[in-house]
Nanobody, 116 residues
Framework: EVQLVESGGGLVQPGGSLRLSCAVS????????MSWVRQAPGKGLEWVSG????????NYADSVKGRFTISRDNAKNTVYLQMNSLKPEDTAVYYC?????????WGQGTQVTVSS
């Protein structure tokens, strides 16, 4: 059974930090590129960041560049998103995604709320 389980979300003040994790099972993790995608209240899905199968390539949306860092540990079947200097507009449900040749797997999401 394919599972992607996000964790690490919560309530944080503006300027604070959070580290999201996505632990996967049920498929060969290091065959897949991984991404983080978010959905703010009342809005559509927004791609946030992606990382190649071996971590050699990373990409970020302009809205998070310089503040967020994506990484992965293939030995632990886990992808991370370190989020620093959080802003209220980062408030969203954050989903991890695994993709390979048109196959996509999604987690259930974790809520991040940035508010004073």
């Amino acid at each position: 059974e394919v599972q992607l389980v996000e964790s690490g979300g919560g309530l944080v003040q503006p300027g604070g930090s959070l580290r999201l994790s996505c632990a996967v099972s049920g498929f060969t993790f290091d065959d897949y590129a991984m991404s983080w995608v978010r959905q703010a209240p009342g809005k559509g899905l927004e791609w946030v960041s992606g990382i190649s199968w071996n971590g050699g390539n990373t990409n970020y949306a302009d809205s998070v560049k310089g503040r967020f860092t994506i990484s992965r540990d293939n030995a632990k079947n886990t992808v991370y998103l370190q989020m620093n200097s959080l802003k209220p507009e980062d408030t969203a449900v954050y989903y991890c995604n695994a993709a390979r040749f048109g196959i996509n797997y999604w987690g259930q999401g974790t809520q991040v709320t940035v508010s004073s």
